[in-house]
């Protein structure tokens, strides 16, 4: 990505230094304030790479997957700083910004060249809508996902505390609900792009495999409460599901002659 690199940089360094005051000086507000604003210029900064790279483009940046995961680099540690300021979890931002680095790094390492030019099935007015959507759904079921492997390391540590797992359900509700959208918006732009609402297309038969196991992990939830380890095995199959489904359906070969190969990167 041209100039990626260097708002990279800014952007871990902020995320470094803003992790490290926080933790190191948790217990002295004043001091801990200073590592939550190095967290939140960060983030601003990435949304406005994001906003910059649009206008240049004249597009918006979700054309590849390189550009989704700017997207997502943006929602995992926005979403990480508005849990831990709702429920006060103190462990928040150092797995969901340390997810968002995973990305920033990514892209470092796999730079894109980016063109304005959108091939005709992209310009329809789904396309945003529609990917956007999904990258959101994403990053809170990443966020879901953090809870999960939580209370499995809190399970074999014989100390669960039950209070994650309600805030990992609402956060599923939330996600499971954007992702429904995502569904449906997919459906309705590919009606106007290939004439079909939906294929069988690998990319979609992944999705709806997705879709499932989040409605199995509701259902299973409402059902059997007590059964908490089987819950976030679940929780936890089902992303590792997800990311096959966003980029690694990419690399099967069933998926070459997928009508989304437009989306590698």
Same mark, same amino acid.
């Given at each position: 990505m041209v100039?990626?690199?260097?708002?990279? !940089?800014?952007?871990?360094? @902020? /995320?470094?230094?803003?992790?490290?005051?926080?933790y190191l000086f948790f217990s002295r507000k004043k001091i801990r304030l200073i590592g939550e604003l190095f967290l939140i210029t960060g983030v601003l900064i990435s949304v406005l790479y994001i906003t910059l790279l649009w206008?240049?483009?004249?597009?918006?940046?979700?054309?590849? !997957?390189?550009?989704?995961? @700017? /997207?997502?680099?943006f929602f995992v540690p926005l979403l990480g700083l508005i849990i831990y300021?709702?429920?006060?979890i103190k462990w928040m931002p150092l797995f969901s910004f340390f997810l968002a680095g995973v990305f920033v790094l990514i892209n470092v390492f796999r730079p894109e060249n980016f063109d304005k030019a959108l091939m005709p099935a992209l310009q329809s007015v789904w396309f945003v809508p529609h990917v956007i959507v999904y990258i959101f759904a994403y990053a809170l079921l990443a966020v879901s996902t953090l809870f999960a492997l939580k209370?499995?390391?809190?399970?074999q540590n014989k100390r669960?505390?039950?209070s994650l797992l309600d805030i990992a359900d609402n956060i599923v509700y939330i996600g499971f609900a954007f992702l429904t959208f995502g569904l449906l918006f997919g459906a309705l732009w590919a009606k106007e792009a290939w004439g079909h609402y939906w294929t069988w297309d690998p990319k979609e038969t992944w999705a709806f495999?997705?879709?499932?196991?989040?409605?199995?992990?509701?259902?299973?939830?409402?059902?059997h409460k007590e059964r908490i380890k089987i819950s976030l095995w679940i929780l936890s199959i089902a992303f590792i599901i997800l990311?096959?489904?966003?980029?690694?359906?990419?690399?099967l070969p069933s998926a070459q002659n997928s009508v989304h190969v437009y989306s590698n990167g």
């Amino acid at each position: 990505m041209v100039g990626y690199k260097y708002i990279a !940089l800014i952007i871990l360094v @902020l /995320w470094i230094l803003g992790l490290s005051t926080l933790y190191l000086f948790f217990s002295r507000k004043k001091i801990r304030l200073i590592g939550e604003l190095f967290l939140i210029t960060g983030v601003l900064i990435s949304v406005l790479y994001i906003t910059l790279l649009w206008i240049n483009l004249e597009r918006a940046p979700l054309k590849t !997957l390189g550009e989704t995961r @700017l /997207w997502y680099s943006f929602f995992v540690p926005l979403l990480g700083l508005i849990i831990y300021y709702r429920w006060k979890i103190k462990w928040m931002p150092l797995f969901s910004f340390f997810l968002a680095g995973v990305f920033v790094l990514i892209n470092v390492f796999r730079p894109e060249n980016f063109d304005k030019a959108l091939m005709p099935a992209l310009q329809s007015v789904w396309f945003v809508p529609h990917v956007i959507v999904y990258i959101f759904a994403y990053a809170l079921l990443a966020v879901s996902t953090l809870f999960a492997l939580k209370g499995l390391w809190q399970i074999q540590n014989k100390r669960f505390d039950n209070s994650l797992l309600d805030i990992a359900d609402n956060i599923v509700y939330i996600g499971f609900a954007f992702l429904t959208f995502g569904l449906l918006f997919g459906a309705l732009w590919a009606k106007e792009a290939w004439g079909h609402y939906w294929t069988w297309d690998p990319k979609e038969t992944w999705a709806f495999l997705t879709w499932l196991l989040y409605l199995l992990y509701i259902h299973f939830r409402h059902r059997h409460k007590e059964r908490i380890k089987i819950s976030l095995w679940i929780l936890s199959i089902a992303f590792i599901i997800l990311l096959i489904c966003w980029f690694g359906i990419n690399y099967l070969p069933s998926a070459q002659n997928s009508v989304h190969v437009y989306s590698n990167g």
